[in-house]
């Protein structure tokens, strides 16, 4: 999948940064964690989606950009995070 917007990360770039971040964050293998994972199935809850969403906002491939508080906590799966991030960055 190609570039997602002026930083230049692709889908597959955000992809993987997600899933190493969602997986140390749950300590689960990221092997078992793609784009359709459900959140609910790592048994993240909404103020676990938050501590996500701050991880990742402290990210280097986040370039400085900060995802407002209650979008994190509208995703259900990897790829609905996925989006939300391509979307901002």
Request: aromatic residues 6%; hydrophobic residues 40%.
């Amino acid at each position: 999948m190609g570039p997602s917007n002026l930083k230049g990360l692709s889908t597959t770039q955000i992809t993987k940064g997600v899933i190493a971040t969602v997986a140390k964050f749950t300590g689960r293998d990221p092997s078992k964690i793609n784009s359709k994972t459900k959140f609910s199935d790592l048994l993240v809850d909404g103020f676990d989606l938050v501590a996500i969403g701050d991880k990742i906002d402290e990210t280097s491939w986040m370039h400085g950009v900060k995802i407002p508080v209650q979008q994190w906590q509208n995703c259900a799966t990897i790829g609905d995070m996925v989006k939300l991030i391509a979307k901002y960055v």
